[in-house]
């Protein structure tokens, strides 16, 4: 059995994201879809002593859109690599883990980026690094494979480029795929049902579906068994 997951290359995704990393046997970045303002893929949410902020990376978009998401260039008019390791400081400082994870995030922020796709999956990289796990990665860009009318089934002949035997997705995917026409291309259709684990947090009431970056600052090396729900039962 191989089970794939194909997902779009996001900003310090939430704990799901690591979930579906972790339970594939190959993570297919999807880096040639288009691009999708005020989403995932420039943003995500870490809490501080206010509350839940947003981090975001500035894009350019003006005149460009639509865009595929692997051409989309980041905006480096403002400082904002220094903006968001300030606040991780500001918001994290005296988080039990902070020195580990800031360090190796830090290096990752000192780098000169231009392009989305690139900061993310590296972003990525370092997260599973402190993950304690190893994945194979591929970019859709890179597998030649052709785009549809109906964009379910480029998802299937990605699937069979990388000749998986199951697709697993998140669950905003049942309202875009049907098992049917995973069975005929001989793949079992699987979808996640993650459920959030809660976790000792900073600053008050504990909030769900932030980046994974803050539950690394808070555990550590438990961070993937509660990520898994190994833990905290």
């Known amino acids: 059995m191989t089970k794939t997951v194909i997902i779009q290359p996001s900003y ?13 046997d190959v993570f297919v970045f999807y880096d040639d879809v288009q691009y999708t303002k005020s989403d995932w893929r420039n943003r995500n949410r870490i809490k ?7 981090l975001t990376v500035p894009v350019k978009t003006k005149g460009r859109f639509p865009q595929p998401l692997n051409m989309v260039e980041i905006n480096n008019d403002s400082n904002w690599r220094k903006k968001h390791l300030d606040t991780l400081q500001r918001f994290y400082a005296s ?6 994870v800031f360090g190796a995030i830090k290096p990752v922020y000192e780098k000169e980026w231009y392009m989305l796709n690139h900061l993310n999956i590296e972003l990525t990289r370092t997260i599973i690094d402190i993950l ?28 069979k480029t990388v000749n998986t035997t199951h697709f697993y997705n998140g669950a905003a995917g049942r309202n875009l795929y049907s098992h049917r026409l995973f069975e005929e291309n001989g793949i079992v259709l699987e979808f996640q049902d993650y459920h959030h684990p809660v976790y ?34």
Do not use: T
């Open 95 to 100: 988080a039990p883990y902070f020195k580990e």
């Open 12 to 24: 310090l995704p939430w704990l799901g994201y690591f979930e579906m990393m972790y339970m594939c």
């Open 200 to 233: 000792s947090q900073l600053w008050g009431e504990f909030q769900p579906y932030l980046s994974v970056i803050d539950l690394l600052f808070n555990h550590g090396e438990e961070s993937l068994p509660i990520i898994r729900g190994k833990l905290l039962q």
């Open 48 to 54: 501080g002593p206010e509350g839940v902020s947003w």
């Open 132 to 159: 304690g796990f190893e994945k194979k990665l591929l970019l859709s860009s890179k597998l030649n494979v052709p785009f549809f009318d109906n964009p379910a089934q480029r998802v299937v002949e990605v699937c």
